[in-house]
T-cell receptor
Framework: NAGVTQTPKFQVLKTGQSMTLQCAQDMNHEYMSWYRQDPGMGLRLIHY???????DQGEVPNGYNVSRSTTEDFPLRLLSAAPSQTSVYFC?????????????FGPGTRLTVT | GQSLEQPSEVTAVEGAIVQINCTYQTSGFYGLSWYQQHDGGAPTFLSY????GLEETGRFSSFLSRSDSYGYLLLQELQMKDSASYFC???????????FGKGTRLHILP
C-alpha cells in the first residue's frame, strides 16, 4: 500500500494563478481532509469529506474548493492564489471520522505564492 | 468557537518523563487524539482516547477526562529522537470535524 500520496511536493505560484493539489489514498478510507500548516498555527482544517460525493467546510475554507468523486481521490483547488495561501498543505485520511482517532497523513505539499 | 489549548514549548532531560496537557472547548466531542511531527515531516498518529482514563502504548500514554475537557500525553524514558512537535486533536461528533491544537514543541536536553 502506498498510503496517502500527495502531488506535487513543492510548488511556486504567482498571485492570481490557480492550481490543484492532488491527494489519493489506497486504504479504502471513507474520511479525508485537507489541512494547512503555518508556523505557530498548528494544523487548520480547510475542507473535509465523510465519503464519496460529500464534502464540507472546515475552519479556513475561503479561497479553496474540493470535490470527492471517488473514495480514493480528494483534490484541493486554489481558485486564485494569494500570498496568504503560502503554506504547507497536508491531506489525511481515516477509516471513518467517528471514533477511529487515527488519521494517516500524506507527505505534504509546500506551496509558495509570490 | 472551538479551541484546543496546549503549551507552546516544553523542555525535559533525556531519560526523564514529560507530560503535555491539552484542554479543549468544542461543540460536541467524540474523542481526543495525539500526533507527533518531526521537523519537515508529516504528523504521525500516537494515541487515541474515546473514553475517560489512561491508554498506554509502549513509552507513550494518554489520558482523558471528559468532565474536565482535559487530556494529556505522557512520554516516559525520553530519548533524543522524541524531540518533535506534539499535537492534540479533537473529533467533534456534531459535524464530523477533526480539529488540531497549535502544537507543543518538545525540547530534550542530553
Amino acid at each position: 500500500n502506498a498510503g496517502v500520496t500527495q502531488t506535487p511536493k513543492f510548488q511556486v505560484l504567482k498571485t492570481g494563478q490557480s492550481m490543484t493539489l492532488q491527494c489519493a489514498q489506497d486504504m479504502n478510507h471513507e474520511y479525508m481532509s485537507w489541512y494547512r500548516q503555518d508556523p505557530g498555527m498548528g494544523l487548520r482544517l480547510i475542507h473535509y469529506s465523510v465519503g464519496a460525493g460529500i464534502t464540507d467546510q472546515g475552519e479556513v475554507p475561503n479561497g479553496y474548493n474540493v470535490s470527492r468523486s471517488t473514495t480514493e481521490d480528494f483534490p484541493l483547488r486554489l481558485l486564485s492564489a494569494a500570498p496568504s495561501q503560502t503554506s504547507v498543505y497536508f491531506c489525511a485520511s481515516s477509516y471513518s471520522g467517528q471514533g477511529q482517532g487515527e488519521q494517516y497523513f500524506g507527505p505534504g505539499t509546500r506551496l509558495t505564492v509570490t | 468557537g472551538q479551541s484546543l489549548e496546549q503549551p507552546s514549548e516544553v523542555t525535559a532531560v533525556e531519560g526523564a518523563i514529560v507530560q503535555i496537557n491539552c484542554t479543549y472547548q468544542t461543540s460536541g466531542f467524540y474523542g481526543l487524539s495525539w500526533y507527533q511531527q518531526h521537523d519537515g515531516g508529516a504528523p504521525t498518529f500516537l494515541s487515541y482516547n474515546g473514553l475517560d482514563g489512561l491508554e498506554e502504548t509502549g513509552r507513550f500514554s494518554s489520558f482523558l477526562s471528559r468532565s474536565d475537557s482535559y487530556g494529556y500525553l505522557l512520554l516516559q524514558e525520553l530519548q533524543m529522537k522524541d524531540s518533535a512537535s506534539y499535537f492534540c486533536a479533537v473529533f467533534m461528533n456534531r459535524d464530523d470535524k477533526i480539529i488540531f491544537g497549535k502544537g507543543t514543541r518538545l525540547h530534550i536536553l542530553p
